[in-house]
C-alpha cells in the first residue's frame, strides 16, 4: 500500500487542531494537513450554541460555531489541507498514520511532525459507578447537547443533572428555555465544577437548586428512567444514610468530567500523567515520542477556548521549530516540574532549560476553592517567584508565565515546585 | 400446525433451534422480548468452563465437558468470536489447596483434558498479576471466553435463515394440549404445535406448570459485574477463580473478548427474576472480594456495571425432561448452561428422537454465517472495503471501530435491530469505553433513517426504553 508523505499532520480540526495548523503555516511549513472525522472543522465548538466564547482572545463574546468560523476562515485563506470525514485509526511511534474516509478509503501516512489534537470525551455513567438500573434517558450532557442543539430532538420533561461541570451548567439554561423542569443539579464535591460565571447565569438564573455534597445513590426505571435518589453525603463522599429522597424524572443528565482521548498517543508509546490523563509535554508541547506534540483537550481539559487557541498556537511554532531543526529539544538541562501542596498537576510537567529559552508559560489547577492565595515558585529549596490571586477556584484553570530572569534562577538537576498557600 | 414450538430465545433456545433447523421440521419459536439474547444469557460471565465443577459422573458434568468441547467449532460456524484462555482456581492456603486437589479428581473423572496442580511460582509465572500470597492454582487449559450474545444471534440468524419462524415481542401466556396437540397463546395470537420446549429461562417455571405437574422451583440469583476499561493494567489473561468455600463461591476475574476486565458475580437471592439492578452492597463486596486475587485492580477505570440473575433452583442441577404429549423442559440452565449449550441441544433431540419425533436431514442446510468486521481486517482488506463501500469508510464508534457499513449490515440481517442495543449485540458500536456516549446518537439517526421512522420511535433497548420525545420545534420544521 502507498504511503503518503507531509511534513506536519494535525489529529482533530477542533479549535485545537486548527489554531495549530495556522500558526505553523505562518512559521513556514508548508506541507500541512488536518485530519477530521467530523464533517466539518471546528470540533465541540459546533453544538455549542452559547455565548461566552472568545471574550480572552477576540475581546468579544462569541457563540462557539462564531469562533470556530474564524478559525475556519483563517485555515481557509491558507494553503492547508483539510481532510473532513477522516478518522486516524493508528499512530504509531514512527509517526505513521492509517486512516479511513468514505472519500479516500483506506490510507498510510508518514509524518516528519505530529500535532495530537483529539479534543476529549466524556465521563460515562460506568466511570461513576452509580448503581441501580439500566434505563434509557441516562445521558452524558454533551450527548444531550448535540441531540438537542443539532439534531432538534427533545430528550426529556423532568431533568436531573449530576455534576456540575460547564457542560451539565449549559444544557441546565438551555433544556429550561426548551420548557423542560430542571429539578436539581447535584455535586457531590462541596463546590462546584464548572466556571462562577455559568453557576450564575445558568443554575441561579432559572432558579434551579445547586446541591453541593449530594450525589445521585441510585437509578430506577426499568425501561425509561423514572426517578433518581438523592443523598447527602459526607467528607469522604460516602452517602449519609436517612438523608435520601426520591425526585422522580424522567431523564438523568451526566456532566461528571472530560477525559483527553488519547488512544492514539497511547498507541504511538507517549507518555501520559496520570492527573492529567493527557501527554506528559515539554515547556515545548513536544511529548515523549520526538516530534509528536499536543495541544488542547488531548493534553488536560480546558475551560476557556481562548486558553485553548493559545496553547495551540505554541505547539504549532514548537512543530514549525522542530521541522526547521531550530530547536534541538534534547539540549539543555532537563527539570521536572512537581505540582507541590494545593495543585492538582501542572502543564508542562518537565523542561528542558535551553539558555535561548525566553519565558515560560506553566497551566495547572488547584486542588480547592480558596481566597487570597501566594503561588510560590520554588527551586534546589529557593523561591525564585511569587504570585498573588485573590481567588482561585478547581473550575478555574490557572496559568502564570516565568521570564527569562526567573528561569535563570532555577538550579540545574533540581525540581522546580509549584504550591498554594494562603497569602496572609 | 408447527412440529415443534421453542419457548424462549437465550442461549439455550438459540442452541435448539439451530440443531433442529438441520431438519425437515416445521418450527416455531417464540420470545417475548423485542430480540434474541435479553434475557440471562447477555448478562452473565460469558466463561466456557472446564468442566470439573460438578459432581463426578452427574449429567450436567457430561453436558459441560461436552459443550465445553464443541464450542470452539460452533463458535467458528457462525463467526462468533472464541478464546482459549486457560482458567485458574487459585488457592490461598492450605484448606484450599485441598480443594484444589479434589477439583482435579472431580475433573479428571468427568473427562476435563489437561488438569494441572501449578505451585506458587508457575502460577505467578502465567499470571504475574495475582496475589503474591497465593499457595498454587489448579489449571485447566480447556477454558475459554466467548461473547454470549454475539454466539445466540450467531445461532438465530442461521436458524432463522434455514427457515425456523422465529416470532418476537411474544410472550407465551397459556399453553393448553388439546387433543393432539399444544395450544399456544399469547397477548394477541394463537398456535398449535405438537410438542414444546420450554426455553424461558426465568419463565420456564410458570410455563411448565400450566404444561405439567410441579417438579422444580427457581430461585432467581443475582449476580453483580464491574466492566474495567480495555488496555489500563493490570490485565489477567486467564479466567481466575476463587476456591469455592464456606465463604461462597468466590468472585472471578477474567479478561474479555474485547480485551477488557470483567469482575464478579456475588450471588444474592431476589424476587423478581427480572431485577437486574446494581447495589452499593454487592458492588462493594465484589471489588473486596475480587481484590483478593488480583490487588492492584483499578475500579477507576470501571467502564460499566451490570447484573445477570441466574435460574437456579432448589437442588444444584439443571431441570431437564420430557414429560407426557412432548413437553420438553429445559429449564433451571444455571451456570455453566452457556458452556453447555451445545451439548444441551443435542441431548434436547436425543429426547425428542426418544419421543418420537422423526428427524429427516433437510437438504442444502447450511450451519454457517460470516460477518464482516472492519476493524480485524488487514490494511489490503480495509483498503478493499472501503472502495467497495465508501460506508465502511464511515467510522461510527470510536472506541471499538465501528463503521456505518457494519451497521448497515446489521440493519439488513436476518433478524433486523430495532434498538441501538441490538446494534450494540450485532456489530460491537457502544461497546468501548464511552458506552455510546459519542455513537448512540449517530446510531440512532442511522437507524432511523434506515427503518424510515420517526427519531422518537427509536429504543434504547427493551420496548418503551425510548430514547427522545421527537422534534423541539416541530412548527419551525419543514
Ligand atoms: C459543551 C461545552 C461547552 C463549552 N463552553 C465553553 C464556553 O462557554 N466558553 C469557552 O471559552 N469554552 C467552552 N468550552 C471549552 C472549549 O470548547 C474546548 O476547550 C475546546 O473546544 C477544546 O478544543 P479541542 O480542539 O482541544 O477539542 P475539540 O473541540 O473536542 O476538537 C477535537 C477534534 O478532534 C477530532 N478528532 C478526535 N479524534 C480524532 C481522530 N482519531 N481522527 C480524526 N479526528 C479526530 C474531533 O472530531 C474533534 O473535531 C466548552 C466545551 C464544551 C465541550
Ligand atoms: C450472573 C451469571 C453468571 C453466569 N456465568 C456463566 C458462565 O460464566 N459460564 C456459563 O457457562 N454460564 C454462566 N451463566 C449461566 C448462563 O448465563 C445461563 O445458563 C444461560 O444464559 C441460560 O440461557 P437460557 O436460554 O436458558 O435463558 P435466558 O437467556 O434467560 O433466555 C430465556 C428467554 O426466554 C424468554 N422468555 C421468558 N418467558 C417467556 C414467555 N413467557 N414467552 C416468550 N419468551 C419468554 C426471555 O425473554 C429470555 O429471552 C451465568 C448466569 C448468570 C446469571
Known amino acids: 500500500m502507498k504511503t503518503q508523505q507531509y511534513d506536519l499532520v494535525v489529529i482533530g480540526g477542533g479549535p485545537a487542531g486548527m489554531a495549530a495548523a495556522v500558526s505553523a503555516y505562518d512559521q513556514g511549513v508548508r506541507s500541512i494537513v488536518i485530519l477530521e472525522r467530523d464533517k466539518q472543522l471546528g470540533g465541540i465548538l459546533n453544538q455549542c450554541i452559547h455565548n461566552g466564547f472568545g471574550l480572552h482572545h477576540f475581546k468579544e463574546e462569541l457563540s462557539g460555531p462564531e469562533y470556530a468560523e474564524r478559525y475556519i476562515k483563517d485555515v481557509r485563506a491558507r494553503d492547508i489541507e483539510v481532510r473532513l470525514e477522516s478518522m486516524v485509526l493508528d499512530l504509531n511511534s514512527e509517526r505513521i498514520i492509517q486512516l479511513v474516509s468514505p472519500s479516500h478509503g483506506f490510507e498510510l501516512i508518514e509524518a516528519k511532525a505530529v500535532i495530537l489534537a483529539m479534543g476529549s470525551r466524556e465521563r460515562a455513567r460506568g466511570g461513576i459507578g452509580t448503581p441501580g438500573t439500566r434505563p434509557a434517558g441516562v445521558l452524558t450532557a454533551g450527548a444531550a447537547q448535540r441531540y438537542v442543539n443539532l439534531e432538534g430532538q427533545r430528550v426529556g420533561e423532568n431533568i436531573v443533572i449530576l455534576g456540575s461541570g460547564d457542560i451539565g451548567l449549559i444544557m441546565a439554561r438551555r433544556l429550561s428555555l426548551e420548557g423542560c423542569k430542571v429539578h436539581a443539579c447535584v455535586e457531590i464535591m462541596s463546590e462546584p465544577g464548572g466556571l462562577a460565571r455559568n453557576i450564575v447565569q445558568c443554575l441561579q438564573d432559572f432558579d434551579i437548586p445547586l446541591l453541593l455534597s449530594h450525589t445521585v445513590t441510585r437509578i430506577e426505571g426499568k425501561k425509561r428512567i423514572e426517578a433518581v435518589h438523592i443523598a447527602k453525603v459526607d467528607m469522604q463522599m460516602r452517602p449519609i444514610p436517612g ?122 489547577r488547584v486542588t480547592h476553592t480558596a481566597e487570597e492565595q501566594k503561588i510560590i515558585v520554588e527551586s534546589g529549596g529557593k523561591q525564585i517567584a511569587l504570585f498573588r490571586r485573590v481567588h482561585v477556584a478547581p473550575g478555574e484553570m490557572e496559568k502564570i508565565t516565568l521570564p527569562a530572569k526567573v528561569l535563570a534562577e532555577i538550579q540545574p538537576g533540581a525540581k522546580l515546585s509549584l504550591r498554594l498557600e494562603a497569602a496572609l | 400446525m408447527y412440529d415443534i414450538a421453542i419457548i424462549g430465545a437465550g442461549i439455550i433456545g438459540a442452541s435448539v433451534a439451530y440443531e433442529l433447523s438441520r431438519y425437515r421440521l416445521k418450527i416455531l419459536w417464540l420470545e417475548k422480548e423485542n430480540d434474541v439474547s435479553l434475557g440471562a444469557t447477555r448478562a452473565n460471565s460469558a466463561i466456557v468452563h472446564a468442566g470439573y465443577d460438578p459432581p463426578a459422573g452427574s449429567r450436567m458434568a457430561r453436558l459441560n465437558v461436552e459443550g465445553t468441547r464443541l464450542m470452539p467449532a460452533l463458535c467458528e460456524a457462525v463467526d462468533a468470536h472464541y478464546k482459549n ?136 440469583t443475582r449476580g453483580e459485574y464491574y466492566l474495567l476499561d480495555k488496555a489500563v493494567d493490570p490485565q489477567v489473561s486467564h479466567v481466575l477463580f476463587q476456591c469455592p468455600g464456606p465463604l461462597g463461591k468466590g468472585i472471578l476475574v477474567t479478561p474479555t473478548i474485547h480485551g477488557n476486565t470483567l469482575i464478579g458475580p456475588n450471588a444474592e437471592l431476589i424476587e423478581d427474576g427480572e431485577d437486574t439492578s446494581t447495589t452499593y452492597a454487592g458492588l462493594a463486596e465484589v471489588a473486596q472480594k475480587a481484590r483478593r486475587s488480583v490487588p492492584n485492580l483499578r475500579f477507576g477505570e470501571n467502564i460499566r456495571h451490570f447484573s445477570g440473575v441466574r435460574a437456579n433452583r432448589e437442588v444444584d442441577d439443571f431441570y431437564i425432561a420430557m414429560h407426557d404429549k412432548g413437553f420438553l423442559d429445559l429449564a433451571a440452565i444455571k451456570s455453566p448452561g452457556l458452556s453447555a449449550a451445545p451439548a444441551i441441544a443435542l441431548y434436547a433431540r ?129
Open chain 1, 243 to 364: 438523608t435520601e429522597r426520591r425526585v422522580a424524572c424522567d431523564t438523568l443528565l451526566l456532566s461528571v468530567g472530560l477525559i483527553p482521548e488519547n488512544e492514539l498517543s497511547r498507541a504511538a508509546g507517549v507518555e501520559l500523567d496520570n492527573r492529567t490523563k493527557g501527554p506528559q509535554v515539554f515547556e515545548n508541547l513536544q511529548t515523549s515520542v520526538p516530534g509528536v506534540f499536543a495541544c488542547g483537550n488531548v493534553l488536560h481539559i480546558h475551560d476557556l477556548v481562548d486558553h485553548v487557541s493559545d496553547e495551540s498556537a505554541r505547539a504549532g511554532r514548537a512543530a514549525a521549530a522542530y521541522l526547521s531543526k531550530q530547536t534541538d529539544t534534547a539540549g539543555g538541562d532537563l527539570i521536572a516540574l512537581e505540582a507541590g501542596r494545593g495543585l492538582r498537576y501542572t502543564v508542562p510537567q518537565r523542561l528542558h532549560l535551553r539558555p535561548d529559552l525566553e519565558k515560560l508559560d506553566i497551566f495547572f
Open chain 2, 350 to 478: 436425543e429426547l425428542l428422537e426418544a419421543d418420537g419425533l422423526e428427524v429427516q436431514p433437510r437438504e442444502g442446510w447450511n450451519g454457517r454465517r460470516k460477518v464482516r468486521r472492519f476493524a480485524e481486517r488487514s490494511p489490503e482488506d480495509k483498503a478493499a472495503m472501503v472502495d467497495a463501500n465508501p460506508a465502511f469508510g464511515r467510522v461510527i464508534c470510536r472506541c471499538q471501530t465501528i463503521t456505518e457499513g457494519e451497521i448497515l449490515e446489521a440493519i439488513r440481517s436476518p433478524i433486523p435491530p430495532v434498538s441501538i442495543d441490538a446494534i450494540k449485540r450485532r456489530t460491537g458500536a457502544g461497546l468501548g469505553r464511552c458506552q455510546g456516549g459519542f455513537c448512540g446518537p449517530r446510531v440512532l439517526e442511522i437507524l432511523s433513517r434506515e427503518l424510515g421512522v420517526d427519531p422518537a420511535e427509536i429504543l434504547q433497548d427493551k420496548d418503551g426504553s425510548y430514547i427522545v420525545l421527537g422534534d423541539n420545534r416541530p412548527e419551525v420544521r419543514i
Open chain 2, 85 to 220: 484462555t486457560g482458567s485458574l482456581v487459585l488457592a490461598f492456603d492450605e484448606r484450599d489447596r485441598s480443594t484444589l486437589r479434589s477439583l482435579k479428581e472431580q475433573g479428571d473423572a468427568n473427562g476435563v483434558p489437561g488438569l494441572q496442580v501449578l505451585n506458587r511460582e508457575e502460577t505467578l509465572a502465567r499470571e504475574p498479576a495475582l496475589n503474591p500470597d497465593i499457595v498454587g492454582s489448579l489449571y485447566a487449559p480447556s477454558a475459554g471466553i466467548i461473547l454470549p450474545w454475539e454466539l445466540t444471534l450467531g445461532l438465530a440468524e442461521v436458524a432463522v435463515r434455514e427457515g425456523v419462524d422465529l416470532r418476537l415481542r411474544q410472550e407465551l401466556q397459556t399453553i393448553r394440549y388439546e387433543a393432539d396437540h399444544w395450544k399456544l397463546e399469547t397477548q394477541n395470537e394463537t398456535y398449535q404445535a405438537r410438542r414444546v420446549i420450554n426455553a424461558a429461562g426465568q419463565g420456564a417455571e410458570k410455563i411448565h406448570r400450566q404444561a405439567t405437574e410441579p417438579a422444580f422451583h427457581l430461585l432467581p
